[in-house]
């Protein structure tokens, strides 16, 4: 039996595994979900979504229809499968070093299942070289098989974006690498069966969009790539460290805007503006922005795993470290900015009404995996802040109802998230209605021209 045939399990239905399980099912195959968590697996057998976000909703809508797709929490409900999809959490624990146990229950999950010519793909984000030295021996041990001979590994890392009107499972171009050169061409045929686009080798890529990159900029370079194509990498871990490096080029670069938002503070520049006009330069650069802080379950741990991988091989790397810290440091600054303006005000932080705004990680998801909200919560809890939360999206910490509750009676108000939904209603609100004197804008998402037009304080990080 041909492998593009066989049953698929995806091991993990959160916000790669659900989407992942869903795209699989409406291109016809049909679709195991494992999942540890009951209520999750009633809903989606239930055709019903446990994430908030309309393109997912309208995968698992199609899914159901095709009837191609159940949910379980019943180990045995993966038999018989030829495609595995590992898409479990890859967390950090509490030294921030990888907590690689989910990873190792789904491997455990597997093993008992895996027939010759399986093919086990690791979506999960990992350092370079989990999937040779954690995950291959447990899978080999476990199932009696060698990999590369009898069963294909592969790790193919997730890109999705979750809150993107336009990058999406189906479209976001992909890497892929291989234990062994036939894994790899197995692999890609696989993804590419679902994502529809060309099949790429690395280093085609480099002989022909490179100069071309050089001479024009990122974002072409990107576009050059065709939507839902599939790369194929030199090695496993080469794809591995594609992703937990993208991560952490992101992270360094964010940390370094947050480090020229504190340079433009101190100048009384406008970074924001200045961001904007360094982005008019049409190649070499981002743009990032800096904020209240960096969450999520990716550009917040994928450089913990990488620093740790590298760390364990003999190099430290200050540079992330560096940044993790910067980064991490950014709830302090925006309170010190409150405290500043409340300062200015005459009010003191503790026993004053401050309304913060977002709990998310980022705007229109979710959510709230490592976000900044929390670490600027305790803060300001500390320091004896009367606090009101509203998230229209993440409702758990929310001490009331609506936007209209959360700014009633405040004097501050501190944006963590910019849902579009609410900085909408922030934007038409005259702020002389309310008690709001001061706004510290985490994610310099407001006019602040505007706003100190109606006689409150206002920053953002680095304007
Ligand atoms: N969230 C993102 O935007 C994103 C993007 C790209 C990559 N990733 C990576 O993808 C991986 C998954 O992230 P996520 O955001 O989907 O996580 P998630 O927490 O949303 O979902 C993971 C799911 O796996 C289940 N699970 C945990 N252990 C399990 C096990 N042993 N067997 C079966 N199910 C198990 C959990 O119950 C949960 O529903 C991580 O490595 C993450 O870094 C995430």
Redesign the pocket.
Known sequence: MKLLDRKIAV???????LPLAALCAKKGYEVVG????EP?VALLNQGKCHIKDEAVEQLLATAVASANFTATTNAEGVADCGVYLI????PVDANNDPDLA?LE??CR?IAPHLNKGDLVVV????FPGTCEQVVAPLLEELSNLDVGKDFHLAHC??????GDPFWGSENIPRVVGATSSEGVAVAAEFYASILGGDILDVRDIKLSLRPKFRETSEGLHIAQVPLGSVTKMHSIRDAEAV?AMENTVRDVNIAFVNELAKISDALELDVVDIIDGMATKPFGKGPFYPGVGVG???IA??PEWLKAASKKAGYMPEMIQLARMTNNGMPEYTVSILQDLLNEKGYPVKGTKIAVLGVAYKRNVD?PRESPFYKLREILQKKGAELSVFDSWVTSENTVQSLDQCIGGAKAIVIVTEHSDVTEKLRNFDLRDSDVEVIVDGRNCLDGNVIKGQDVLYRGIGR
């Open positions: 091991i993990g239905l959160g916000y790669v595994g494992l999942d540890l968590s999750v898409c479990v959490p890859t989910p229950g789904a999950v979506e999960s984000t990992v890392p997730e890109r999705v974006n979750p992703k999520g379950h990716c741990v994928d959510d």
